[in-house]
């Protein structure tokens, strides 16, 4: 399964919204009803974290002004009001189909 | 529960890639966890490996299934990667991390990475 995550360079200005799109080749809905996302941050010089789980389930600790969204093949990121330590690459995740595959990345950065 | 990655950070083209990863914090044998292994190559994206559960069931990735062992050690409280005759494509940072695969499928605690380069 093929994840695309776009836009691939996301600047945003602290306070403001902030989206990001992944598409996959295939449908992520299973037949339980659930839609096979994760959503992971790697923060500059870290290793990834979980964000969201399962399309729109936050992980525990995260805080609540991130969100994710979606169904089938298109799926959504959001940041309702960015802050400054939200910086780095968000990667989507399919964990449905072996092999698990992650998108490129979104580079999100302070304007 | 807290993973660390140890092995060597340069290795032979044609040669073995071993990694070793510690746990801490939790029992591997006694725990649902999954233990898996994903890397990433330079300026590419993650790279899911292959995963182990406590019982000795794995799990490859496709693109790499005839070069790859993931084993686990319960009484060291470690699993490990074995990747066979590399290539400067294996080069990257090396993560091993636990994963949930029941119903809710997703990678939980990430170690910190090694970064394995493939050269002569």
């Known amino acids: 399964v093929v994840m695309t995550q776009s836009p691939l360079s996301l600047p945003v200005t602290p306070g403001e919204p902030a989206s990001i799109s992944c598409r996959s080749s295939?449908?992520?809905?299973?037949?339980?009803?659930?839609?096979?996302v994760d959503w992971y941050l790697q923060k500059p010089g870290q290793s990834p974290q979980l964000l969201i789980y399962l399309t729109s389930n936050r992980a525990s600790g995260v805080p609540d002004r991130f969100s994710g969204s979606g169904s089938g093949t298109d799926f959504t990121l959001k940041i309702s009001r960015v802050e400054a330590e939200d910086v780095g690459i968000y990667y989507c995740m399919q964990p449905l189909r072996s092999p698990w595959t992650f998108g490129q990345g979104t580079k999100v950065e302070i304007k | 529960l807290q993973l660390q990655e140890s092995g060597p950070g340069l290795v032979q083209p044609s040669e073995t890639l071993s990694l070793t990863c510690t746990v801490s914090?939790?029992?591997?044998?006694?725990?649902?966890?999954?233990w898996g292994w994903t890397r990433q190559p330079p300026g590419k994206r993650l790279e899911w490996i292959g995963t182990?559960?406590?019982?000795?069931?794995?799990y490859y990735n496709p693109s790499l299934t005839s070069r790859i062992t993931v084993s686990v050690d319960t009484s060291k409280n470690q699993f490990s990667l074995k990747l066979t005759s590399v290539t400067a494509a294996d080069t990257g940072v090396y993560y091993c991390?636990?994963?949930?695969?029941?119903?809710?499928?997703?990678?939980?605690?990430w170690g910190q990475g090694i970064l394995v380069t493939v050269s002569s």
């Open positions: 914090g939790d029992s591997i044998s006694g725990s649902s966890f999954f």
């Open positions: 182990i559960s406590s019982g000795g069931t794995t």
């Open positions: 295939e449908s992520l809905l299973y037949s339980n009803g659930y839609n096979y």
């Open positions: 991390a636990t994963e949930r695969r029941d119903s809710y499928n997703y990678i939980d605690q």
